[in-house]
């Protein structure tokens, strides 16, 4: 059976994309389009919610957890920016990497002067570099989200209308 060719538009270097997927990539575009819509990487972390940390950590996460599914889905899912593997390849070099190699450091500096008798939470809304930190988080799941539109489209994920 061949599947129907779809046209995707990335963020980061990749672009524009057209790519044909087999079962494997379904499956494996499924996976990682999961992981990425049940966490902080395509949800918007407004001024006083949660904690950077843990945004940075969930983050992170998604390097094993990439890593995981594609080796699991084997070579089909191939490496190159016409194929999931090669798309999912780019979205933690070129997307996560340079964002958690910018602000991991920052903020456990931050996090390192922090005194015992204040609040890991309160301590992070004293950081000067709070704001910049989030305005390029929301950088980041913006592309995310469009990264995560991508895989559902792949995956065959059909998107529901509002009415």
Excluded: C
């Excluded at 395509?42 to 001024?47: N, P, R, W």
């Excluded at 890593?67 to 089909?76: E, F, P, T, W, Y």
Aim: avoid cysteine.
């Amino acid at each position: 059976m061949r599947f129907k060719e779809i046209t995707l538009s990335l963020p980061w270097k990749i672009g524009s994309v057209r790519i044909e997927p087999n079962y494997a990539q379904r499956d494996a575009a499924w996976s990682l389009y999961v992981e990425l819509v049940t966490r902080i990487s395509t949800e918007t972390l407004y001024e006083g919610e949660g904690i950077l940390r843990e945004a940075l950590n969930s983050l992170y996460r998604l390097f094993d957890i990439t890593r995981d599914i594609l080796k699991k889905a084997g070579s089909q899912v191939g490496p190159n920016h016409n194929q999931v593997g090669g798309i999912a390849i780019a979205a933690l070099n070129e997307g996560l990497r340079p964002f958690l190699a910018e602000w991991h450091p920052k903020l456990q500096l931050w996090e390192s002067t922090r005194p015992a008798d204040v609040s890991i939470k309160e301590w992070e809304v004293r950081w000067d570099d709070e704001a910049k930190m989030r305005a390029a988080l929301k950088r980041l799941t913006s592309d995310l989200a469009q990264y995560a539109k991508a895989l559902a489209q792949i995956a065959g994920v059909k998107e529901e209308k509002e009415e």
